[in-house]
């Protein structure tokens, strides 16, 4: 079946943090939570620092859990591979779906990050 329909098609452009500079201003000046939905597998490779590890595909199974303490007005950052990954558009979704009015996605995700010479994680 052939779609009319882009893989970015349904991907909210406005709340995208869209420069690695960008993205390390909103770290250092907004203290944000930093969520990172790749794998685990790819988040103990490296990652921004900061960031916990969600993996989109644990979405229903970390939620309960993990954002019980989360204000519904917290600062909250998605980011993934890169902006050839839609995943931390998927998840930013499901967060304003539950409420989380302050949701943020860094597009240019991981790859952008490292590639620009950011300081990256391993922990």
């Known amino acids: 079946m052939v779609s009319a329909n882009t893989k970015t098609s349904s991907i909210n452009r406005d709340i995208e943090i869209n420069s690695a500079a960008d993205m390390a201003r909103a770290v250092k000046d907004d203290s944000p939570l930093i969520l990172d939905v790749r794998s685990n597998d790819l988040f103990l490779k490296g990652h921004i620092p900061g960031a916990r590890s ?68 391993k922990d």
């Open 54 to 121: 969600v993996p989109l595909s644990g979405f229903d199974r970390f939620i309960g859990t993990f954002f019980t303490n989360t204000p519904m007005d917290q600062k909250i950052i998605v980011y993934c591979s890169g902006r050839e990954c839609t995943d931390s558009h998927t998840f930013a979704s499901k967060l304003s779906e539950m409420g989380y009015a302050n949701v943020k996605v860094y597009a240019g995700g991981f790859m952008e990050w490292k590639d620009k010479g950011y300081k990256v994680a």
